[in-house]
């Protein structure tokens, strides 16, 4: 067998962007290995929303048809206006659309997609419970040191591991994310309980400083996901999320339009969630000897105003893979990594900040008709 089929990689983080690298690693014949703090997935009370340019690169991995499953195949996005409810942009997601971007549109309740992602890995290749605590390079490999008191021993580290990236941490030095100035409102509910009153598939309710997103979870259209961002002074809890309320949801919202307030009132129980994200920094790769290298929100958090970190982490986990499978040596494969992602990247986190993604008429062909398993790499 060829050398660099060989490879051991460590993936640190079993979410959207590790799990995708993993699967596309693994299909290269490396030997691959993820690390997941957690001691299982959790099904956190929130939804998701997967875009063409996701859901064509997990058909590589053979999961579209067990997303769209799980999943709901949207038919519309809508902008409304907060409180006259125009609609201000409407984009509708059909056969030709769907030919157009390449995969359909999708929305998921999270705890199901990471269902399906664990399905994209061979089995056995979760280590849950491994939360990593140490990293040491050697010349020719790494050894890393597990809370759990286990140890490993890799060629390549992934640091797939989120927003407070311990492997970042060994890449660039202790920084925690900044607070971004909003929280989210989370909540899912029985669709019965909006007592027959008829919502589009999805639809943003804007408002001059906040929003509310509520969307279907299912193909049934049995289950409603409403996330309602608004601008908060601070977050001085611990915790990852705080429990909420339907009053507080509706009170954030209150003077919004009479279609919203149907939804809020709907809503059963609530939970709130901080924001966070880091100023860009384009260095996601190196160490001591070039064999650390980080992807998703690891390296690039962002606001989760244009639905939109996910996929840049399952396009970075494709664009990851397929660099080091074109190069032998791992500094040249992450530097096409960073060259080919990113000015895009760069571009999703600005938009993002904007929160201006279809808010009116949008160019949407550059974002949805992408293909990370196709682009050319940059080197
Ligand atoms: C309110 C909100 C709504 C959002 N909505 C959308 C949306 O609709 N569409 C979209 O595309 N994106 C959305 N996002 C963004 C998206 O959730 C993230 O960008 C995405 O989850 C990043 O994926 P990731 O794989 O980089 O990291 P994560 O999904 O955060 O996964 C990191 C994993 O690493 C594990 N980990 C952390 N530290 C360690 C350690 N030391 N050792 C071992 N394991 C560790 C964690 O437990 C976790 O499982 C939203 C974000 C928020 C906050």
Redesign the pocket.
Known sequence: MHQKRRKRVAV?????????AAGFLQRAEFAVKV????PA?SRIG??????AN?TKVLRRLGLEDALVAAGIKSRQYISRAWNTGETMYEIVFDAASERRNGGPYV?IH?GDLHAVLERGVAPGTIAFD????DLREAEDSIQLR??NGATAEADIVIG????????REFLLGPEPPQFVGAV?Y?AIFPARRLNGFHIPDCTKWWGTDRHCLPYFLTGRRDEVYA?G?VPAPGWDSDEASIPSSRAQYLESFAGFHPDLQRVLEAVDSVSL?P??DRERNDCWSGGRHGRLVL????CH??R?F?????????E??AILSRCLQKFDEPAEAFRSYEATRIDRVGKVQRISIENSWMRGPTDTDWFYCYDACAVPLAF
Not at 35 to 38: D, F, G, I, N, R
Not at 130 to 133: C, M
Not at 160 to 167: F, L, P, W
């Open positions: 640190i983080g079993a979410g959207l962007g590790g799990l995708t690390y997941e703090q957690a997935f929130a939804g998701i929303i997967l875009s996701v929305h999270r491994h939360q990593l605590v597990f809370a797939a591991d989120g927003v407070r990236s311990k492997v989210a989370r996330i961002v969630w924001i966070f992807l998703g929100d690891a958090p962002m989760p244009m639905a939109a970190g996910g996929a840049m982490a399952v970075d986990g």
